[in-house]
């Protein structure tokens, strides 16, 4: 529970709102609600589509979320006056906010706590300036953070390493190509513990790096629910699963049952799972994809030809192989 929202708070605010009041921690547990028979429970997948920071309106709801003080308010009604009221909620617990190094402002600024304009004053006052070209990387692991947060320090140095909302984020201006997978073998073969990787977009300076790193954010998310067997994933390949993610679940569950017929049966038999996903990744090429697998070409012609039989996709056609990869998105995304 927030440090600032005590129990008189919450009184006071649900007597000013119009419209319901709910509260959750930072892993979406409700611990404030009208109906008191939903406190304790985990309500993520009500709010997946909250992705970033600070103050968003979603399917006329408005949902502000502030991770240092683990606090999410949800406000069951969009209208001008509840915007008002949560504007000055999130000034109120911000307001005390102190910024004492470079690495406080620059989570300010991914953030969203504060604008361009102020921290350019807050950077003069510590005398640091970053007039580059720059993109975020974000690691996320289940354990061991802080060990991380220290290696990447000591093998990155020319990178700014933050620790933000228990996850870690790389500011690189180098620009070097294939740096997140250098990123995963120094954790690997360091710690030996697997690391999903997001990487955002280029900007332009770091007045701008909350755009790359909500980019990087919104990457890792959908990377995690769409695809699947893989620990990197980029934003700019992300056309297709932040298209499928503006969709209504509704529709989706709809367009799964009209037109992706046998898709069940490839995620149950894992082994056409995997030469299909193989034979996408290695652009439909029967020779590479057979020794990826380690498989002869006859037997992957087979399986391709199965795959074909229970889904009505040729994946040596073209065509066929794009319908197989929405198909294989919005299967995840709606089982999901």
Same mark, same amino acid.
């Given at each position: ?73 949800v ?10 009221v ?15 190094s ?46 991380i ?15 933000n ?17 250098g ?20 900007v ?39 298209i499928?993610?503006?969709?209504? #679940? &509704? /529709? !989706?569950?709809?367009?799964? =049952?009209? %037109?992706?017929?046998?898709?069940? @049966? $490839? ?22 994809? #057979? &020794? /990826? !697998?380690?498989?002869?070409r =006859?037997? %992957?012609?087979?399986?391709?030809? @199965? $795959? ?12 066929d192989?794009?319908?197989f ?12």
């Amino acid at each position: 529970m927030s440090k600032i929202l005590k129990k008189q708070g919450i009184e006071k605010l649900k007597n000013i709102i119009q419209g319901d009041l709910i509260m959750l921690d930072g892993d979406f547990n409700t611990i404030w609600s009208k109906n008191e028979e939903t406190i304790g429970e985990y309500d993520y997948k009500r709010y997946k589509n909250i992705i970033y920071r600070g103050t968003n309106f979603i399917d006329n709801r408005i949902i502000y979320m502030h991770m240092d003080e683990e606090l999410v308010i949800v406000i069951e009604d969009d209208n001008e006056f509840n915007r008002d009221v949560i504007e000055m909620v999130a000034l109120f617990i911000e307001e005390e906010k102190e910024y004492d190094s470079k690495e406080d402002v620059i989570k300010g600024l991914i953030n969203g706590e504060i604008d361009k304009k102020y921290a350019e004053e807050l950077f003069k006052k510590l005398d640091f300036k970053l007039k580059k070209k720059m993109k975020v990387y974000i690691v996320e692991c289940r354990k061991n953070i802080e060990e991380i947060h220290n290696l990447l320090k000591e093998f990155f140095d020319n990178s700014i390493i933050l620790l933000n909302d228990k996850k870690i984020v790389v500011i690189d201006t180098s620009l070097e190509d294939n740096l997140e997978e250098g990123i995963q073998d120094v954790i690997l073969s360091e710690t030996m513990i697997k690391i999903k990787i997001s990487v955002g977009t280029i900007v332009n300076d770091i007045f701008d790096i909350k755009n790359s790193y909500d980019r990087a954010m919104k990457a890792m998310v959908l990377g995690k629910r769409l695809i699947k067997g893989k620990n990197i994933f980029y934003y700019d390949q992300m056309i297709l699963p932040i298209i499928i993610n503006g969709v209504k #679940s &509704k /529709k !989706l569950t709809t367009l799964s =049952n009209e %037109l992706f017929q046998g898709m069940d @049966k $490839i995620f149950e038999e894992r082994e056409l799972m995997q030469t299909a996903t193989s034979f996408l990744e290695n652009n439909l090429n029967i020779s590479e994809t #057979s &020794k /990826k !697998l380690f498989i002869h070409r =006859n037997t %992957l012609t087979y399986r391709l030809n @199965k $795959i074909k039989k229970l889904t009505r996709y040729d994946l040596r056609n073209f065509e066929d192989a794009v319908n197989f990869k929405i198909a294989l998105y919005i299967h995840s995304y709606v089982k999901n």
